[in-house]
Nanobody, 131 residues
């Protein structure tokens, strides 16, 4: 099993930057990918970014954040980061990290973008962007 703890949220102004962190513990050797999702009030949780956990680095972004957000990982620290630049008020949401935890996956594995593909979730961290 895996435990995930996010940090780094806060209140910023439009145009500012924030970096979120997500530290994983437990059976991290079975993590296939780590993703970031967000949920704004009254909206469904949506995909933000994902990164493969080992081997070649595979990354995907939602179109709404492409070019502004950067996901990265530090396997030595079992941590994934989300660098968020040029933040907009519409980025305001609770950001959660999630782990796609598998005992077996093929060489053609691609990190998923669907929230149902992630079995472990952090508690979330609030990001508020004021205009």
């Amino acid at each position: 099993q895996v435990q995930l703890v996010e940090s780094g949220g806060g209140v910023v102004q439009a145009g500012d930057s924030l970096r979120l962190s997500c530290a994983a513990s437990g059976q991290t050797f079975n993590i296939a990918a780590m993703g970031w999702f967000r949920q704004a009030p009254g909206k469904e949780r949506e995909f933000v970014a994902t990164i493969s956990w080992s081997g070649s680095t595979l990354i995907k972004y939602a179109n709404s954040v492409k070019g502004r957000f950067t996901i990265s990982r530090d396997n030595a620290k079992n941590t994934v980061y989300l660098q968020m630049n040029r933040l907009k008020p519409e980025d305001t949401a609770v950001y959660s990290c999630a782990a796609d935890w598998r005992t077996l996956y093929s060489g053609s594995y691609q990190p998923p973008v669907g929230r149902d593909d992630y079995g472990y979730w952090g508690q979330g961290t609030q990001v508020t962007v004021s205009s």
